[in-house]
């Protein structure tokens, strides 16, 4: 069975600062799919960025960034220019490809973000 | 388009009552996730459905607990003989098909409390 694991309960990053968010994952699988979702205090999950394991390039969207290393199982996100609105829960999950085995989401345990003046 | 929908968004039962969640998935998609948020602690996968067919249960409490997704309507969750324990966020997901883009789009999750 898949895990995934995100050992930074809370993290706390200036405004307009980087932060790196860590996640490791554990798979015996080629072909799957890497995400982070956002959960802010209104608890609604949004899709931050996904990364398919079978790209070599690192997923960037605007201000997030991943550095998706597969031979070392970790995918750990970096919010550049960090914003208020970017403080909430981040959550990293995997989705297996494999047509075989029921696709569904496993997630971390989850970082808290906060974001100060 | 309209999103995942999911009513109710806050519901109070009594422990012994029964409680049931409901969720209409976007348009156009036929699979649908049921996920368990405990208050600080990440989502577990509870159930996987498509339309008429249950086809992960894996993360389901053997007992109490019962997931259909029918021909027509939105899927239901239900929880009989509610304890304390039950208290959560209950989240609903859907996606197109088994693997299309990867992405599982959520809904904005119904509160249970058990008094």
């Known amino acids: 069975a898949q895990t995934v694991t995100q050992s930074q309960p809370e993290m706390s990053v200036q405004e307009a600062e980087t932060v790196t968010l860590s996640c490791t994952y554990d798979?015996?699988?080629?072909?799957?799919?890497l995400f982070w979702y956002k959960q802010p205090p209104s608890r609604q999950m949004i899709l931050v960025i996904r990364?398919?394991?079978?790209?070599?390039q690192n997923a960037t969207e605007n201000r997030f960034s991943v550095n998706f290393q597969k031979a070392a199982k970790s995918f750990s996100l970096k919010i550049s220019d960090s914003q208020l609105g970017d403080a909430a829960m981040y959550f990293c999950?995997?989705?297996?490809?494999?047509?075989?085995?029921?696709?569904?989401?496993?997630f971390g345990t989850g970082t808290r973000l906060q974001v100060t003046l | 388009n309209a999103g995942v929908m999911q009513n109710p968004r806050h519901l109070v039962r009594r422990r012994g009552q029964e409680a049931r969640l409901r969720c209409s998935p976007m348009?156009?998609?036929?699979?649908v996730y049921w996920y368990r948020q405990l208050p600080e602690e990440g989502l577990k996968f509870m159930v996987y459905?498509?339309?008429?067919?249950?086809?992960?249960e894996s993360g389901m409490p053997k007992e109490r607990f019962s997931a259909e997704f029918p021909k027509e309507g939105p899927s239901i969750l239900r929880i009989q003989q509610v304890v304390r324990g039950d208290s959560a966020a209950y989240f609903c997901?859907?996606?197109?098909?088994?693997?299309?883009?990867?992405?599982?789009?959520f809904g904005e999750g119904s509160r249970l409390t058990v008094l």
């Open positions: 798979t015996s699988e080629s072909d799957y799919y």
């Open positions: 348009k156009g998609h036929s699979h």
């Open positions: 459905l498509q339309k008429e067919n249950i086809i992960d």
């Open positions: 999950a995997y989705r297996t490809l494999n047509t075989g085995t029921a696709s569904k989401l496993t």
């Open positions: 990364q398919e394991a079978y790209k070599q």
């Open positions: 997901a859907s996606s197109p098909d088994r693997a299309f883009g990867g992405e599982l789009f």
